[in-house]
């Protein structure tokens, strides 16, 4: 099967809701092929890769090894503009506190752990925070990206989750959030660039960041 040019492939793990995902991408680049697919080749010659994802980081590392797809993944890591959203963050990172522990793909250094409920207040209200982080905050651009061009600081994204990343390398932290805690709402390298929140349902915003993506040559 051969892939168009600015063909973007979209990493289908069976986790997440890849049909926004893609409806988004259609919408911000018609003129693009989206391909949702499950398959290595496919992801290896397409000309960009999204990472998507919701749920557990277990199962999402167990279904990459069980349809093979881990080391495409890494391959295109290497190789292609690559974005990552949510679990796809979360997955980049080398060890997750979620189920007992889990090891991810060890592309960027750092942890994922749960939220502490200790910690969990609002710094201004006082008012206990719930935990899943669940809806609009502010992501605070902390490095220059060609994925931020055009979004203004402290953007309001659409965020769900229970464990947040803490990015080991502070060079590779691109967006930091506060909810009880700091931690790392977006971060990257070279042509990765990974996110908490879900560009796909943060309208305005999420949407210039994901036609950034279609535009990008994978450089900064």
Not at 17 to 40: G, I, M, Q, Y
Not at 144 to 159: E, K, T, V
């Given at each position: 099967?051969?892939v ?15 049909r ?7 919408h911000?680049?018609p ?17 960009r ?13 167990a ?38 522990g889990?090891?991810g ?25 719930k ?28 965020f ?12 590779q ?30 309208q ?17």
């Amino acid at each position: 099967m051969s892939v168009a040019m600015n063909t973007v492939a979209v990493i289908d793990y069976g986790m997440g809701n890849l049909r926004s995902v893609c409806k988004a991408l259609e919408h911000v680049a018609p003129a693009a092929r989206v391909l949702l697919t499950a398959d290595p080749d496919a992801l290896v010659r397409a000309d960009r890769v999204v990472f998507p994802g919701q749920g557990a980081i277990g199962g999402c590392i167990a279904e990459l090894d069980r349809l093979s797809l881990r080391a495409a993944v890494l391959q295109v890591m290497d190789t292609k503009p690559f974005l990552g959203i949510c679990l796809g963050l979360q997955a980049l990172f080398d060890f997750s506190e979620e189920g007992g522990g889990t090891r991810g793909l060890g592309v960027l250094p750092g942890r994922v752990a749960l939220f502490p409920r200790e910690q969990m207040h609002d710094a201004i209200s006082g008012q206990v925070l719930k935990v899943p982080h669940m809806g609009w905050n502010q992501a605070h651009q902390v490095a220059g990206h060609p994925l931020w061009r055009g979004i203004a600081q402290d953007a309001r994204f659409y965020f769900v989750h229970s464990y947040y990343a803490d990015a080991g390398d502070r060079g590779q932290v691109m967006a930091v959030t506060e909810y009880g805690i700091r931690f790392t709402s977006a971060a990257g390298r070279e042509n990765i660039f990974a996110v908490q929140f879900h560009p796909e349902k943060s309208q305005q915003a999420g949407l210039r960041l994901l036609e950034n993506f279609m535009s990008w040559d994978g450089t900064t």
